[in-house]
């Protein structure tokens, strides 16, 4: 008997959902927003601060309506200090208007 090859293993890829779109991603694809004991709210660009977590895509109008609505408040259950909130929109001006994949999906032909 001759052992037939176990096809290769899919390597899991954690999912998680825009708190503000509510699209859901991989884990790397989001920003995570994170609000620690200490620091208090900030972004968490290795994803791996403790603290409790809220993700957002890497577009614009995600932050906007996540930054003028209560979703980050609530995702993160706390009051977003007026300091959090410009170092916030400060990273949010710095990102793209729409999200790579829907720029290629506007595109003709």
């Given at each position: 008997?001759a052992?037939?090859?176990?096809p290769?293993?899919?390597?899991?890829?954690?999912q998680?959902?825009?708190i503000?779109?509510?699209?859901?991603?991989?884990?790397?694809?989001l920003?995570r927003?994170v609000?620690?004991?200490?620091?208090?709210?900030?972004?968490?660009?290795?994803?791996k601060?403790?603290?409790?977590?809220?993700?957002?895509?890497?577009?614009?109008?995600?932050?906007?309506?996540?930054?003028?609505?209560?979703?980050?408040?609530?995702?993160?259950?706390?009051?977003?200090?007026?300091?959090?909130?410009?170092?916030l929109r400060a990273?949010a001006?710095?990102?793209p208007?729409?999200?790579?994949?829907?720029?290629?999906?506007?595109?003709?032909?």
């Amino acid at each position: 008997m001759a052992h037939e090859k176990q096809p290769a293993r899919r390597r899991h890829i954690p999912q998680r959902s825009c708190i503000a779109c509510r699209r859901t991603d991989s884990k790397r694809a989001l920003i995570r927003v994170v609000r620690t004991p200490h620091q208090g709210v900030q972004i968490d660009a290795t994803g791996k601060l403790a603290g409790r977590g809220a993700y957002l895509c890497q577009a614009r109008p995600c932050w906007q309506k996540a930054l003028k609505s209560s979703a980050l408040n609530r995702a993160l259950k706390t009051a977003v200090t007026v300091d959090e909130l410009a170092a916030l929109r400060a990273f949010a001006d710095s990102l793209p208007e729409a999200l790579e994949s829907e720029d290629s999906d506007a595109l003709p032909g």
